[in-house]
């Protein structure tokens, strides 16, 4: 005797595209934050920025190399690394507002983070007041075009893969 196939949808579940949705974010974070960071590291070579990557060691002092390249480059592998946990957030928490604006805003919050409230655990990052216009318009610039990165590109794959198809052939 044959079996019969039991039948599946056409349409998968609600489950497995969001499991689908958790990998193509982490895969925006680690790119997005691998890209970002090492335009922030052309711009601090470049001299528009005093701040670099490296930044994220600044509490440990005790590392001598974390200012060299070889620091700066392992700065921007942890910050792709810690921009997944960044994408989903935005994923969980951002991702069906459909608006740049929203986006880019999530990049100015996460400088404002930066900026604000880690100052003071940040001991290689100056107050406000002094870091210069060249770094304030340089870093506010890249985490803008970070948050609009990850912003864009979480909202796009949500948006295509949800079924829904928004967009006429007319």
Known sequence: MA????????????KHEF?????????TGIFG??????AGLVCHLLNFSTVG???????????????????????????????????LIYLLA??????IWIAIGFGLMLWGFVF???????KGLPKLTMLGWNTLTTTLCLYALYGL??????SFDIEENSGTNTYSNQ
Do not use: D, E
Request: proline share 5%.
């Open 33 to 38: 934050g691998v890209f970002w960071s090492a």
């Open 19 to 27: 499991i689908k949705s958790l990998g193509r974010a982490a895969v």
């Open 116 to 122: 604000f409230l880690l100052q003071p655990f940040l």
């Open 3 to 14: 079996r019969r196939k039991k039948k599946t949808s056409a349409k998968p579940s609600q």
């Open 94 to 99: 951002l991702s069906k507002l459909k608006s």
């Open 53 to 87: 990557p490296s930044l994220l060691f600044a509490p440990l002092s005790f590392w001598s190399w974390r200012n060299n390249m070889s620091g700066q480059l392992i700065a921007v592998a942890v910050i792709g690394v810690l921009s997944v946990i960044i994408a």
């Open 149 to 154: 990165f990850i912003g864009y590109s979480i």
